[in-house]
């Protein structure tokens, strides 16, 4: 256990001197948060971010593993990545470097079409609206909409709708912003 605490504090420092801030560094650091506010921040992000990302995960490389091809593109374009910036195996990537991961970006967000971790989401109404397409929705009304459903939508995505394909989002880069967020959910 002290060993466990004295390597985390030694993550800390490390990060410290390094000023890597990630997000409750910056919540705690702009002041304004009260103790309560940064309890509550740290389970939103335990319980909306756990069993989301694993869930996502697991399906992407569960894919990947029933699709070679991917995989061998994904590695190539990382392996293009390090040689670009003369990088050795091991290393991290930084930010620019994350954003040329195209295939991967579409990789992740075809999977996310296929096996969404939140399949369904449901928002209240606060007061009375209208959708887009003119459907009144009253105030203290509950809208659910099923991502499941929507990413398998033949209508939408085509007759190889069930299928693991990367490159119909790689291929629609112009698109790739709205596809992953309707993806991401
Ligand atoms: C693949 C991973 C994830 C998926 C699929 C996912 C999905 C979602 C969905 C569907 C919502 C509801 C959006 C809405 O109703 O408007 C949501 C909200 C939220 N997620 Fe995630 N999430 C993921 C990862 C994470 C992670 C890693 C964190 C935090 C570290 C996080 C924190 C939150 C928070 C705080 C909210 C509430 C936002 C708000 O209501 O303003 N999520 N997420």
């Known amino acids: 256990m002290n060993s466990l605490k004295r390597s985390s504090n030694q993550e800390w420092n490390r990060k410290q001197s390094r000023k890597i801030e990630d997000l409750l560094s910056r919540f705690i650091k702009n002041g ?3 103790p309560q506010f940064l309890r509550d921040i740290v389970i939103s992000f335990i319980l909306a971010g756990r069993d989301t990302t694993s869930s996502a995960l697991c399906w992407f490389f569960r894919l990947l593993s029933l ?9 190539k374009e ?9 990088k050795s195996t091991g290393e991290s990537y930084t930010f620019d470097e994350l954003r040329e991961m195209n295939y991967l970006h579409a990789a992740i967000s075809e999977a996310l079409r296929l096996y969404p ?3 369904a989401d449901t928002v209240a109404c606060k007061s009375k609206d209208k959708l887009p397409d003119g ?10 909409y099923h991502v499941y459903a929507m990413g398998r939508m033949e ?14 989002l790689e291929l629609r880069k112009e698109r790739i ?9």
Do not use: M
């Open 155 to 168: 209508g939408l995505w085509g007759k190889d709708c069930g299928d693991f394909v990367p490159e119909r």
């Open 32 to 34: 304004e948060s009260s």
């Open 135 to 144: 459907t009144v929705v009253e105030k203290d009304w509950f809208v659910t």
């Open 67 to 75: 699709n070679p091809d991917a995989e061998k593109n994904i590695l």
């Open 117 to 119: 971790p939140a399949p």
């Open 78 to 86: 990382l392996e293009t990545i390090r040689t670009s910036s003369g």
């Open 177 to 185: 912003e709205l596809q992953s967020l309707c993806a991401h959910v």
